[in-house]
């Protein structure tokens, strides 16, 4: 039996009278890819501010490494080191693409500066756009400043071994990315599970179906806040639960109701 990194019990979470999540259980166990879909607005990326630490839940706990998480990760580090991979992330306009990705690293590490671009540039090769170092953000498309936030995001200091995350979480990686640069996220998000010093676990959220294919093994299914459906990713393709029927054709009958 795999063991529970992240467990989420009876999380309620309402903004402004409006009940997001409601008694909502939820576990991502060690070394798993586990993606959370779901409508629009259904509270997908508060799931991940909870876990991240940044959010509170109004009732309900939250267990992080076994141990019960007390108010946020402001107040108290958890025993489990959280990674984020949040995108929309802004990056520094007045700054070149290379520091911007290397920001981090030249503001908290003793690395030298040439250490830190070769940092750079092999992170940029990752999101596939090697030498666009010395361009500044203005210059590139939206697709192409993602990934540069992209590649910001996966830099880890090699001084630093316990920087690597035990659970990373993605907040829709390639949304507005064309196919092709869709696959290169793709692919490195699993490359970066299984490589040296990988992080095994994470929680992807992505409205994208090529990414929920090729990113996760499990995949659950929120709607009315609460876990509608949960399966293994080729079982989205077999399962007649009518969410999961009409989420994947698109149609706009059925139980889930398109938001105005
Ligand atoms: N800080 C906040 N203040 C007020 N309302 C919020 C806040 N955060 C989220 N919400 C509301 O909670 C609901 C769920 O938002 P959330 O971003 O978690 O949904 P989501 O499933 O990730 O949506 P999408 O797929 O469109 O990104 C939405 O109605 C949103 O407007």
Redesign the pocket.
Known sequence: MAEPLIELKGICKQ??G?R?LDQTDLTVYRGEALAII????????????LIAGL?APDEGEIFVGGNRRVGLIEDEPDSLHVGMVFQQAALFDSLTVSENVGFSLYQHSRLSRQRIRDLVERSLDMVGLPGIGDRMPAELSGGMRKRVSFARAIMANPANPDDTPDVLLY??PTAGLDPIASTVIEDLVRHLQIGERGCQSYVM?T?QESTIRRTADRVLF?HSGKVQWEGKTHEIDTTDNPLIRQFFSGSVEGPIHVLG
């Open positions: 903004f402004g409006h997001v779901g409508p629009s607005g259904t509270g997908k990326s508060t799931v991940l501010r959010l907040d829709e959220v409205h929120l």
